[in-house]
């Protein structure tokens, strides 16, 4: 039987950690930005007093760089490592990162953080440096898969740029279109972009 999902405030002060933390202000952050991640609301969401934040960060700052950093981390580094040991197949590896913007809740609270992250960076030079930093990444990694499909340097780097800018596209404009006409999509753009040219 499926349980109800507990939110940060709902879990044991004793759970505390600077994961909680930085999950609650990730929260904060993508239902009310950047400008309410504060660490007095934090302590009141998380039922604590404002004490409790210094022992796991400096100050505010160095919060939102953990909030960054784990970003990076779960959307970029480890998501590349799981698509990369998925499949030895590069033609799956380009299949896997079509149907990224598809995979049910996870996808659409990775957008929403996502959106989010961009929201701020717009207007944060620290969150920008994170933000183009991960775009470097994933069009790098979405590149050497192509390569791999024996695409040449150049072209490799065009297609994922038009790869990983179809995967933001949609997470943008998911309400664009139905589920079938979503899916017709995918496989549109799966044909073009494993096609040679010429």
């Known amino acids: 039987m499926l349980q109800p999902m507990q939110t940060v405030a709902d879990?044991?002060?004793?759970?505390?950690?600077?994961?909680?933390?930085?999950?609650?202000?990730?929260?904060?952050l993508v239902d009310h930005g950047i400008d309410s991640v504060r660490v007095d609301m934090l302590a009141r969401t998380l039922k604590v007093t404002r004490g409790s934040f210094y022992w796991h960060f400096k100050d505010r700052?160095?919060?939102?760089?953990?909030?960054l950093q784990?970003?990076?981390?779960?959307?970029?580094?480890?998501?590349?490592?799981?698509?990369?040991?998925?499949?030895?197949?590069?033609r799956e590896q380009i299949r896997d990162l079509i149907s990224?913007?598809?995979?049910?809740?996870?996808?659409v609270r990775a957008a929403r953080i996502e959106l989010a992250i961009r929201a701020w960076a717009r207007r944060d030079a620290m969150a920008r440096a994170f933000v183009d930093e991960a775009d470097a990444a994933r069009i790098g990694y979405i590149a050497q898969v192509f390569s791999s499909?024996?695409?040449?340097?150049?072209?490799?780097?065009?297609?994922?740029?038009?790869?990983?800018?179809?995967?933001?596209?949609?997470?943008?404009?998911?309400?664009q279109g139905s589920g079938s006409q979503r899916q017709e999509r995918a496989r549109f753009v799966e044909r073009l972009l494993l096609q040679p040219l010429g």
């Open 100 to 107: 990224l913007p598809f995979r049910g809740r996870s996808a």
């Open 11 to 28: 879990r044991p002060r004793s759970a505390l950690t600077p994961e909680r933390w930085i999950e609650a202000a990730t929260e904060v």
């Open 70 to 90: 784990a970003w990076r981390m779960r959307a970029t580094e480890q998501l590349t490592r799981r698509l990369e040991s998925a499949h030895d197949d590069a």
């Open 149 to 175: 499909l024996g695409f040449g340097i150049a072209e490799a780097r065009s297609r994922a740029f038009l790869l990983y800018s179809y995967e933001v596209a949609e997470s943008l404009l998911a309400a």
């Open 61 to 67: 700052e160095d919060l939102l760089r953990a909030v």
